[in-house]
């Protein structure tokens, strides 16, 4: 009966993510420098040759090039003699040891030097012998905290070194003063030229305020001014006086209106007493002795009215009075009226008389106003420019003294030393060439690690392909670089190895959510030398070491090795057992290790494809299914043959093998993604070969749980 493979999984049970998960994630940088330490461990000769050859390159161009040779001088920034209002030349100090430095290098100080010294020293030679002048190399330092400079001077002859050096500072000097003197004549020459231009406009300033002082007659048209703005200021004060009489006499005007209705007689004083304040003349007292003469008649009435009758002759009689004292009141309020009628009338006639003569003085001040402040600005200009004279004067001078006192306090403190070898050229250029060398060697190593997708840890596996390692077994040094790595047996003392096998098999138990873990395992790989079937024979020994009956099947038709690691039969195998499967009982070795059953791979075939995809195979795995508890299958590479994407499907799992820096990401991811097409159930990942120095790697290190000590008290 054919076996049938288990339904594909839902897209929630891909443990790593594929296909769906296909963006890579970004390297930490922790991976990336562990990396590229392990590259450096591996291609340390790169950065090793790098540096050979670029040293190698400076010793053939120290051979190849003329000695150089060096001669020291001193230059010293002595004190500066100051002279009290005197114009000093003022240097920079940020920028002083630069110019300096620049200056001494340049070519026109060069070519002045290079005068100075065949003037001073005709013997020395200043061209080698294809009439090439010398190249020389200038260099300052200042000394720290200090106004003392060394200078350096190097060329390929040791008698023109000392000599242009001391030419150089001889021209530099010399060159400081033409300089300085060219700058100070400029500058005397320009301040001249203002100080004649000055001259004449002073002059003609002059020449004006005086011509202005004698047309006007300035001291008389001051006085003048003086005292027309006097009168002026009290023709202003009386008519405000008469304007405020004006606006009395309106106000007055309003109260005799309201007496009019029947208002009081208080306005006969109030004209009483503007008309004295005002004219000068005393006020009439009839009416207010008529008021008076009212106000008793009227109380004398009011007292009788108490006791007489109206009609009886005394108060007739005070009726009488009344009515003629008010008659005589009235009259002279008539009188009054006229009186303010007159009195404002005689008010505005002034007014305007006031507001005439104003005017008048008005202009004639405004006219004398405009004249002095004329001759008032052309007496200041007068002194500004007389200012301004004054000042450039001094200054000319000033400069014109200072010009002719030598202000050089740049001097010669140590001359130039005689020429001796130099090597700093050589140190400096072995230097670069040791640091350019180690520097190109470790970025070429760079570049390697980081076009190197190689995993190296569990933490890049995890970032770049996923998180779902169910292994790591450690890197075990062998006894000879090339020989095969020997099977775990039931005494190993190989503690890390065999627990790493242990902990893959306590994965198998809670991997899968069935109530029974995984029976048939399926183990393969990318490309080969992974070290699937190391894995596959460890991993069928451990299992066989916990009592279950495990059976070992080598489904690498093609190169199939397992019996050679199982020191076992090569035939007959899975290939006579697919072509013949009634002799099961005679293909199946168990003479190996207790448990375990073994099934070799039989004779090599280039059809293991088609024997795979027969019935024969879906046969034998329903078999082996009842018969043991686990079966595990190597199978061939992914990218080898197509032997395990078939088998795959076929399986309750597979478990996919990398190689700690041999395994590539994306040969990974490639791999796995052609499984999960082929619907298979991938169980996780067994990193091999894991370096156990690593820093992720912390697992069963510690020997001393597995060295047995007699009589030793039990130590958490």
């Known amino acids: 009966m054919n076996y049938l493979p288990p339904a594909a999984p839902e897209a929630s049970e891909y443990p790593l993510g594929y296909p769906m998960d296909s963006q890579p994630k970004k390297t930490t940088v922790g991976v990336r420098v562990q990396k590229f330490f392990w590259a450096l461990r591996k291609f340390w000769w790169v950065p090793l040759l790098t540096l050979v050859i670029c040293i190698g390159a400076c010793l053939i161009q120290f051979m190849n090039t003329p000695p150089m040779f060096a001669s020291y001088a001193r230059l010293w920034e002595t004190e500066k003699f100051n002279l009290p209002g005197g114009a000093a030349f003022i240097d920079d100090p940020d920028t002083y040891f630069g110019t300096l430095k620049e200056v001494l290098r340049s070519d026109s100080l060069k070519h002045n030097a290079l005068q100075l010294m065949r003037l001073a020293s005709p013997n020395v030679p200043t061209t080698d012998l294809e009439g090439k002048e010398f190249d020389v190399q200038i260099n300052v330092v200042q000394a720290n905290k200090s106004a ?21 500072m001889a021209a530099y000097r010399e060159y400081k003063r033409t300089i300085r003197k060219e700058v100070s004549g400029d500058t005397l020459a320009s301040i001249a030229g203002q100080v004649k231009r000055l001259e004449g406009d002073l002059k003609a300033s002059q020449d004006a305020l005086a011509e202005a002082e004698m047309t006007n007659n300035y001291v008389v048209l001051q006085q003048e001014n003086q005292i027309a703005g006097d009168y002026l200021a009290r023709l202003k004060t009386q008519l405000a006086d008469c304007q405020l009489q004006i606006r009395l006499l309106e106000a007055v005007g309003q109260k005799k209106t309201d007496y009019s209705k029947g208002g009081t007689n208080d306005v006969v004083s109030l004209v009483a007493s503007l008309h004295e304040s005002s004219i000068g003349s005393p006020a009439p007292t009839e009416s207010d002795l008529a008021q008076r003469e009212i106000q008793m008649l009227k109380l004398q009435r009011e007292r009788l009215s108490k006791y007489l009758r109206p009609a009886h002759p005394r108060i007739v009689k005070l009726d009488e009075d009344i009515a003629h004292s008010q008659h005589l009141l009235e009259t002279y309020h008539q009188q009054t009226e006229q009186q303010l009628a007159s009195d404002r009338q005689a008010y505005q006639l002034r007014i305007a008389g006031l507001n005439n003569s104003i005017k008048e003085w008005e202009d004639k001040v405004s006219k004398d106003n405009v004249l002095i402040a004329g001759i008032g600005r052309l007496r200041m200009k007068v002194a500004r420019d007389q200012a301004y004279y004054d000042r450039l004067s001094e200054l000319l ?25 130099s090597w700093k050229s050589f140190k400096t250029n072995l230097l670069q060439s040791a640091f350019g060398g180690l520097g190109l060697g470790l970025g070429l190593i760079f570049l390697i690690s980081l076009r190197d997708d190689r995993i190296t840890s569990l933490v890049e596996v995890s970032e770049n392909i996923s998180d779902n390692v169910v292994g790591q077994v450690p890197d075990i040094r062998r006894l000879k670089s090339k020989s095969p790595l020997m099977i775990l047996e039931k005494n190993d003392d190989r503690h890390m190895y065999i627990e790493s096998f242990r902990s893959l098999r306590s994965a198998l138990f809670y991997l899968s959510k069935e109530p029974e873990p995984p029976k048939l395992i399926l183990i393969t790989s990318g490309v080969p030398n992974e070290g699937k079937s190391t894995i596959s024979a460890n991993l069928a020994r451990v299992l066989a070491l916990g009592g279950s009956r495990v059976l070992l099947v080598d489904g690498d038709l093609r190169k199939g090795h397992l019996h050679d690691l199982m020191g076992l039969r090569a035939k007959p195998g899975l290939t006579e057992l697919l072509l013949r499967p009634d002799e099961f009982d005679r293909i199946v070795q168990t003479n190996s290790f207790e448990n375990l059953s073994f099934i070799a791979c039989g004779t090599l075939t280039q059809n293991s494809a088609e024997l795979f995809l027969g019935s024969a195979f879906n046969d034998l795995l329903a078999r082996v299914r009842e018969q043991y508890d686990y079966v595990i299958i190597d199978s061939s590479p992914v990218f080898a043959t197509d032997d395990a994407a078939t088998i795959a499907p076929k399986v309750d799992g597979t478990l996919f093998v990398v190689r700690s820096h041999f395994s590539r990401s994306g040969m990974i991811k490639a791999a796995l993604e052609m499984l999960y097409r082929r619907q298979a159930k991938v169980l996780g990942l067994v990193i091999n070969r894991v370096d156990s120095a690593n820093r992720s790697y912390y ?11 007699a009589d030793t008290p039990a130590q958490e």
Do not use: C, G, H, W
């Open 148 to 168: 003392v400079f060394l200078v350096e001077a190097d060329s390929p002859n040791p008698a023109f070194t000392p000599a242009y050096l001391n030419a150089l």
């Open 699 to 709: 697992y069963y290190k510690y020997d001393s749980y597995y060295s047995p000590a």
């Open 397 to 421: 001078q000033t400069v014109d003294i200072s010009r002719n006192i030598d202000q050089e306090t740049l001097e010669v403190l140590e001359p130039a030393s005689t020429a001796t070898r």
